[in-house]
């Protein structure tokens, strides 16, 4: 007796179905690779600041000083990892450290205008980087490939809760 797909059966897919869905796994890999790269190669650049030290920047420029611990939360990061790469930015006075008044067991981390500013000047590149390669395509194939990536972030964070 067979399954059918609302008891847990895999549906048939078209060989073209396949074939596509295929292609697209082969390009988020790729994407996924050039990515883990960039961070990668970030870490011998010396005193400019890495990928991943951006992604910091990046959620306290979006959403305002940030509890380090909510910091780690959002870029899916370690405290510990977190802590070490605000050591760097506090150095290059990027980011400001400050104990919370309301509870003094929190670190708050804010923006300097000095890190304002850096955020500022690589959105900038990497905005004329996004629309010189997606040059072509229309505002509808745009949010179709943004439904796609979130539902294979759907994925990722599925697979993280069975592990």
Request: charged residues 35%; contains cysteine.
């Amino acid at each position: 007796m067979s399954r059918s797909a609302s008891e847990g059966a895999v549906p048939a897919v078209s060989a073209e179905r396949e074939a596509a869905i295929t292609e697209l796994g082969g390009a988020f890999r790729r994407a996924f690779r050039s990515l883990r790269s960039l961070r990668g190669r970030d870490t011998h650049r010396g005193d400019e600041v890495g990928h991943a030290q951006f992604e910091l920047l990046i959620e306290l420029y979006a959403n305002g000083p940030l509890h380090a611990g909510e910091l780690a939360d959002a870029v899916e990061a370690s405290a510990a990892t977190v802590s070490g790469m605000l050591d760097g930015l506090s150095e290059a006075e990027l980011v400001e450290r400050t104990r919370s008044q309301s509870d003094r067991r929190l670190v708050v981390v804010k923006l300097t205008r000095r890190g304002r500013r850096k955020v500022e000047a690589r959105k900038a590149l990497w905005q004329q980087r996004w629309q010189e390669a997606l040059e072509g395509l229309d505002d509808e194939e745009l949010r179709v490939a943004a439904k796609v990536l979130e539902r294979i972030h759907g994925i990722f964070c599925e697979q993280q809760r069975d592990t």
